[in-house]
Antibody, heavy 118, light 107 residues
Framework: EVQLVESGGGLVKPGGSLRLSCAAS????????MDWVRQAPGKGLEWVSF????????FYADSVKGRFTISRDDANNLLFLQMNSLRAEDTAVYYC???????????WGQGTLVTVSS | DIQMTQSPSSLSASVGDRVTITCRAS??????LAWYQQKPGKVPKLLIY???SLQSGVPSRFSGSGSGTDFTLTISSLQPEDVATYYC?????????FGQGTKLEIK
């Protein structure tokens, strides 16, 4: 069974940093691209970042470019999102998503809540 | 960047109704479109990929169609458990943009 478990969320002050992790199991992690998707309270889904298998390519939404960094540790089946210079508008539940074939997300984690507030 | 626009933003229908949700891309995206269902308080779930391919385990009353810029998600006979918000997403290239969502309620 595919499992994606996010961790690392919490309360942080504006300008602060957080590192989210996603532990993957039940599939060959190194063979899949992965996404981070977020959802602000009461709002819709917003794509954040994407990393291909082998970390060959990384893409970011304009709203986080230059502040967030996606990475992966295939030896330990982990996906990361380093978030710096956090803003109030980054407050959201952050989901880790497995991307199939040409890129659609077929499995989602339960999410981790990031709250940016003073 | 390619924008994804869903319509309507919300709708109310009766059990047994045929329901159609539309997603329009600002530029052609071939068939690189997925539909997701998010029930209240739950994680999004993949329904349709490649515009018209049904994800394993999804009831056959759900179907998708379209190519290029115009896409539809159809529920052939609405059930109470279909109350949810539905999102489309273009997933080839970046940004991998979602539509704004369509909230579906039972009348």
């Amino acid at each position: 069974e595919v499992q994606l478990v996010e961790s690392g969320g919490g309360l942080v002050k504006p300008g602060g940093s957080l590192r989210l992790s996603c532990a993957a199991s039940g599939f060959t992690f190194s063979s899949y691209a992965m996404d981070w998707v977020r959802q602000a309270p009461g709002k819709g889904l917003e794509w954040v970042s994407f990393i291909t298998s082998s970390s060959t390519y990384k893409f970011y939404a304009d709203s986080v470019k230059g502040r967030f960094t996606i990475s992966r540790d295939d030896a330990n089946n982990l996906l990361f999102l380093q978030m710096n210079s956090l803003r109030a508008e980054d407050t959201a539940v952050y989901y880790c998503v497995r991307a199939r074939l040409s890129g659609y997300g077929d499995s989602w984690g339960q999410g981790t809540l990031v709250t940016v507030s003073s | 960047d390619i924008q994804m626009t869903q319509s309507p933003s919300s709708l109310s229908a009766s059990v047994g109704d045929r329901v159609t949700i539309t997603c329009r891309a600002s530029q052609g995206i071939n068939n690189y479109l997925a539909w997701y269902q998010q029930k209240p308080g739950k994680v999004p779930k993949l329904l349709i990929y490649a515009a018209s391919s049904l994800q394993s385990g999804v009831p056959s009353r759900f179907s998708g169609s379209g190519s290029g810029t115009d896409f539809t998600l159809t529920i052939s006979s609405l059930q109470p458990e279909d109350v949810a918000t539905y999102y489309c997403q273009k997933y080839h290239g970046a940004p991998r943009t979602f539509g704004q969502g369509t909230k579906l309620e039972i009348k």
